[in-house]
C-alpha cells in the first residue's frame, strides 16, 4: 500500500512540474530590443532590464510596448523577462541573475514584496539601481517607485466619469462594490470618492464587499439593484467586481437605467460598452506606465535624479512630477465607445 | 442486508414526544435551520418588504444550485467517514477546460462534446481523489487538502494569465434564462436533489454508505467493499462539482482563475451545518439543504437589512453568527427534547 502512495504522489508531482518546465524554458529566452549587446565599454549601452508580474499576459505587454518604445528612443538595451506564472521566487531568481550579469538597472513589478526584497537589496549592495513600478516593493529595496496614479486621480476620475455619464444634475443613489473590506487600494480609492460624491447631487446608499469572488460580485449587484429602486449607478471598483457588477445589471434587464462605471482592463469590458451597460472604463494608460518606467531607469544610471528630486523630464510625456520617492504618472485614462477597440489588455 | 439496515439513519425511531407530526418529520437540526431561516425572512421582510419579491427569491434560488448540488456529494462522502475540501479549486479547474473547449476565442468545440468531456473528467478527478483515499489509505483530508493547491496551481496553468470570454451563445442563454423560465440551475438542483434521495432511502448502495461510516469494521463483516464504496462517494462529488460548474458558470460575466475560491469551506459548513456527523453514518439530506438555504440567503438578508457601510464591514462575522446560531439551537431543541421526554417518563 504505501508503495501505492509513492506512485501516486511521484505521478501527481511529475504531472506538476512537467509543464511548469515548458513554460520555463521560452521564458529564459529573454526579449531584447537593440543589436550591440556585446559594445565595447567605453561606448556600452546602459542596460535596463524591465520585470513585470507576469510575463505573457496582455497588461503587461501594453506596458513592454511603451518601454520599447522610450528604450530606442533613449538607446537603451532592454531586457524584458518574467515568470509566465507569477511566482515571486522565479522574480527572485531573475533579479539575481540580473545581478551577476552586471545590468544597470532593476526594474521590478513585485509579486509579492517580501519574496523579492532579499533579491533587491543584494543588487542594490552590488551598485545596480533599483526601480519599483506597476505596484511597490519594501521601502529599502527600491530607490523609486514608478507610480500609476494617485488614490486622488482614481477616486475622482471614477466619480466625474459617472457623473459624465449620468449627466451631472442627476439625482438618486450609487452603490460601490470593492473587493474585501481590508484591500488598501480600493479603500483608499473610497476615501477620495466619498468627497466627491458629495459635491454631486448622487447619494452613497452602501459598500458591498464581495472580495474576490465572481459568484459574490454578481450577486450583490443583483441584491442592490433590487433593493434601491432610485438606483442610478453602480462603481465596481476591482477587476472581479465592475465585470459582475455590470452582469448583474444586465441580468436585471437594467442596461441604461442603472450605469455601471469602475475599475478594469478593457479587454475584460468591451462587452459591456458595446451594449452601452458601461460607458467609461477608467484605469491609467499601461503604455505610458512602460515609457515612463525607462524614462526613470535612463535617469537613474546617469545619475540625472536623486533623493530629492522633484521633477523629471519624460520625452513626449514633458515634465513629471516626484511626490518623494514616488515618480508619479499623473492622470488616469478613460476607456469609451470611441477608443476601447483600439487597446487589446 | 438485514446487519446493515440496523445500522442506519433510522436513528430517530424511538417515540418522539413532541404532538404535532410536523415536528416528528423535520428532526431537531432542521427544525432548529427552519427556524432560523423564517425568523431571518420574517425580520428582513418586515424592515424591507421588497425582500419578498419573487424576483430576489429566485435569484437567491439560483445561488443556492450550484452549492446545493455539490453539497449532496459531500454529504455522501462525510457520511462514510471521509472528507473532501477541494471542490472549489475542481470547480475551478473544470471553468478553465469547459471554457478552453467551448470558447469561441479558443477551440470552439461543440458543447455536445465539451459538456460530456466536463463530467467524464469530474468524475474522474473525483474517482482518482476516491482511489488515493480507499486504496492508497491516504486520511481524505491530507489528499483533499493537497488536491485543493494542485488543482488550483494547473488551473492558473490551463488559463495562462488570461481570462475566458465568450461562451457559446446558447449555454450562457440556457444559464441566464433557462428552460421554459425555470433556470437551468435550479433544474438540475432538483433533479440531483430526487436523486440522491433515492440513492438514500430507495438503493441499498445509499444504505451501505451509511453502514460503511457508522461502523467501518462492522460494514467489513458484512461483507462491504470499502473501496467500492468511497469510490462511488468522490466520484458522484466530481461528478457533481462537474455538473455544478456547467450550470453556474456560464451565469457569470468571464472565467478567471479565481473561480470557486471558498466553495469548498461554503459546501463542507452546509454539510456539517445541516447536522451531518463528521465522524460518518449519520445526517439528512433535509438538513443540509435547508443549511444550503440559510447560507445563501445571509448575503441579500444583510443588503435589504440596510446594515449600512459600516456594517458591511462586518457581513463575514455575522455570517458566522449564523452558523453558531444554527449549531447553538440544536442543542437547545435535544435539551428540551431530554427534558420533555423525563416529564412524561415521570
Request: glycine share 10%; with cysteine; charged share 20%.
Amino acid at each position: 500500500m504505501n508503495r501505492f502512495v509513492c506512485f501516486c504522489l511521484a505521478s501527481l508531482a511529475i504531472a506538476l512540474a512537467v509543464p511548469g518546465c515548458t513554460n520555463n524554458s521560452p521564458s529564459r529566452t529573454a526579449e531584447t530590443s537593440g543589436e550591440n549587446s556585446k559594445a565595447p565599454a567605453g561606448s556600452r549601452k546602459i542596460r535596463v532590464a524591465l520585470l513585470p508580474k507576469i510575463k505573457g499576459i496582455s497588461y503587461f505587454s501594453s506596458c513592454y510596448k511603451g518601454a520599447e518604445e522610450a528604450a530606442n528612443e533613449l538607446g537603451i538595451e532592454l531586457i524584458y523577462d518574467g515568470p509566465t506564472d507569477g511566482d515571486p521566487r522565479k522574480q527572485a531568481e531573475m533579479i539575481e541573475q540580473w545581478t551577476i550579469d552586471g545590468v544597470d538597472v532593476i526594474c521590478v513589478a513585485p509579486n509579492a514584496p517580501d519574496v523579492v526584497a532579499g533579491a533587491m537589496k543584494e543588487a542594490r549592495a552590488a551598485g545596480i539601481a533599483v526601480i519599483t513600478w506597476d505596484a511597490d516593493g519594501t521601502n529599502e529595496s527600491r530607490s523609486f517607485f514608478v507610480n500609476q496614479a494617485s488614490a486622488q486621480s482614481i477616486g475622482e476620475g471614477l466619480v466625474n466619469a459617472m457623473l459624465k455619464d449620468l449627466g451631472p444634475a442627476t439625482e438618486g443613489d450609487v452603490v460601490i462594490i470593492s473587493a474585501d473590506a481590508t484591500s488598501a487600494n480600493q479603500n483608499a480609492w473610497i476615501e477620495t470618492m466619498k468627497p466627491a460624491l458629495a459635491r454631486s447631487k448622487l447619494k452613497l446608499a452602501t459598500i458591498k464587499y464581495p472580495g474576490e469572488n465572481a459568484s459574490n460580485a454578481l450577486a450583490d449587484g443583483r441584491d442592490v439593484i433590487s433593493k434601491y429602486p432610485d438606483l442610478k449607478g453602480i462603481f465596481g471598483i476591482s477587476t472581479v467586481s465592475f465585470p459582475g457588477a455590470a452582469e448583474a445589471v444586465e441580468q436585471s434587464g437594467k442596461s441604461g437605467q442603472v450605469l455601471v462605471t469602475g475599475l478594469s482592463t478593457p479587454n475584460d469590458m468591451k462587452k459591456f460598452v458595446h451594449t452601452g451597460t458601461v460607458r467609461s472604463v477608467v484605469l491609467w494608460n499601461t503604455v505610458d506606465l512602460g515609457y515612463l518606467t525607462i524614462h526613470v531607469a535612463k535617469a537613474l544610471a546617469t545619475r540625472e535624479i536623486k533623493d530629492g528630486t522633484t521633477t523629471i523630464k519624460a520625452g513626449r510625456l514633458g515634465e513629471k512630477s516626484i511626490v518623494g520617492d514616488n515618480v508619479m504618472l499623473g492622470d488616469i485614462m478613460v476607456f469609451t465607445k470611441d477608443n476601447i477597440d483600439q487597446f487589446d489588455f | 442486508m438485514s446487519n446493515s439496515q440496523t445500522l442506519t439513519v433510522d436513528h430517530d425511531s424511538r417515540p418522539v414526544c413532541f404532538s404535532t407530526r410536523f415536528f416528528r418529520l423535520i428532526r431537531q437540526r432542521e427544525a432548529g435551520l427552519l427556524l432560523l431561516i423564517s425568523l431571518t425572512s420574517v425580520v428582513v421582510g418586515i424592515h424591507d418588504v421588497r425582500f419578498f419579491s419573487v424576483d430576489v427569491w429566485r435569484d437567491i434560488l439560483v445561488r443556492c444550485a450550484p452549492t446545493a448540488i455539490v453539497a449532496c456529494g459531500v454529504m455522501l462522502v462525510v457520511v462514510t467517514g471521509e472528507i473532501d475540501i477541494s471542490v472549489g479549486s475542481l470547480m475551478a479547474l473544470l471553468a478553465a477546460v469547459m471554457g478552453r473547449m467551448l470558447s469561441e476565442q479558443e477551440f470552439d468545440i461543440s458543447c455536445w462534446i465539451g459538456i460530456p468531456v466536463t463530467l467524464g473528467l469530474g468524475t474522474l478527478i473525483g474517482v482518482f481523489t476516491g482511489s488515493l483515499v480507499s486504496m492508497g489509505r491516504v486520511p481524505s483530508i491530507i489528499v483533499t487538502l493537497g488536491l485543493l493547491t494542485a488543482l488550483r496551481g494547473l488551473t492558473t496553468l490551463m488559463m495562462g494569465g488570461k481570462n475566458i470570454d465568450r461562451l457559446p451563445e446558447g449555454l450562457t442563454q440556457v444559464a441566464k434564462q433557462g428552460f421554459l423560465g425555470v433556470p437551468i440551475s435550479i433544474l438540475a438542483a432538483a433533479g440531483v436533489i430526487g436523486l440522491t434521495s433515492v440513492l438514500i432511502h430507495h438503493i441499498p448502495l445509499g444504505r451501505r454508505l451509511y453502514a460503511l461510516g457508522s461502523s467501518a469494521e462492522s460494514a467489513r463483516m458484512a461483507g462491504l467493499s470499502e473501496v467500492r464504496l468511497k469510490l462511488f462517494a468522490f466520484g458522484y462529488t466530481g461528478f457533481l462539482t462537474a455538473l455544478a460548474t456547467i450550470v453556474d458558470v456560464p451565469r457569470l460575466p468571464k472565467i478567471e482563475s479565481g473561480i470557486g475560491s471558498e466553495f469548498e469551506l461554503l459546501v463542507v459548513t452546509c454539510v456539517v451545518v445541516g447536522g451531518v456527523a463528521i465522524s460518518g453514518g449519520q445526517g439528512r439530506l433535509i438538513g443540509v439543504l435547508l443549511a444550503v438555504v440559510l447560507m445563501t440567503m445571509i448575503r441579500p438578508a444583510l443588503t435589504f437589512m440596510d446594515i449600512g457601510e459600516a456594517g458591511e464591514k462586518w457581513t463575514r462575522a455575522i455570517q458566522g453568527m449564523f452558523i453558531l446560531l444554527a449549531v447553538v439551537s440544536d442543542s437547545l431543541f435535544s435539551w428540551r427534547q431530554r427534558h420533555s421526554g423525563k416529564v412524561h417518563a415521570a
